[in-house]
């Protein structure tokens, strides 16, 4: 089935540890992205990637990282995470970058609680 | 990237036609018009998208007006798997970034 993996689903950690959201697609995509979402504030883009080792910062990125070492998998990296980071964040892939044409996929969403 | 304007709900009877109306005025020759819906604790999913012709698919119908400057997506029949946040977004047809701006949103209930 093709589909967009995210792990873990639920997270709950403490200010300063750093994480990892994986994120995988199983569709051969070329770009990738991150979004976040918030009440009020809808989906953000946070990063996104082209294609195996290009990434770009979206509209969101200060205090994200992620890097894009294989096309499949896209992690977030938070190296240092604090409390206005709790969100509920989604990774999202598509057959190409060359034209906002292609249909996103979107992952189940990873909802991350920093105390 | 122009901004769409959506109603901020909308309730529908099962088994009835729905249309979901959006503004998007400030359109240039360039945007797609998408559709995306986010059921409850899902990620957004694709619905249809267009750019001046009215569009079919499986899922929904897309009547783009005359002037491109609003959209209508149309759910034949609604059942109660379609109560969902319905975003119509722009993007431009060379957008690099792939970006979809996805604003407020229309939650559509939907009633047995």
């Known amino acids: 089935e093709a589909q967009v993996t995210q792990n873990p689903r639920y997270l709950i950690t403490v200010t300063g540890k750093k994480l990892t959201v994986t994120c995988s697609q199983n569709m051969n995509h070329e770009y990738m992205s991150w979004y976040r979402q918030d009440p009020g504030l809808g989906l953000r883009q946070i990063y996104y990637?082209?294609?195996?080792?290009?990434?770009d910062k979206g509209d969101v990125p200060e205090g994200y990282k992620v890097s894009r070492k294989e096309k499949r998998n896209f992690p977030l990296i938070l190296e240092s995470p604090s409390p206005n980071q709790t969100s509920l964040y989604f990774c999202a892939s598509s057959l190409s970058s060359g034209s906002s044409y292609n249909e996103q996929f979107f992952g189940p969403g990873t909802r991350l609680t920093v105390l | 990237d122009a901004k769409t304007t959506q109603p901020n709900s909308m309730e529908s009877n099962e088994e009835e036609p729905v249309h979901l109306p959006c503004n998007h005025s400030?359109?240039?020759?360039?945007?797609?018009i998408h559709w995306y819906r986010q059921l409850p604790s899902q990620g957004p999913e694709y619905v249809i998208h267009?750019?001046?012709s009215n569009v079919n698919n499986r899922m929904a119908s897309l009547a783009i007006a005359e002037d491109r400057k609003s959209s209508t997506l149309i759910l034949h029949r609604a059942t109660l798997r379609d109560a969902a946040v319905y975003y119509c977004?722009?993007?431009?047809?060379?957008?690099?970034?792939?970006?979809?701006?996805f604003g407020q949103g229309t939650e559509l209930s939907v009633k047995p």
């Open positions: 267009g750019l001046t």
């Open positions: 400030t359109i240039s020759g360039t945007d797609y």
């Open positions: 977004i722009l993007s431009d047809v060379h957008n690099q970034g792939g970006k979809l701006i």
């Open positions: 990637s082209m294609n195996v080792e290009v990434t």
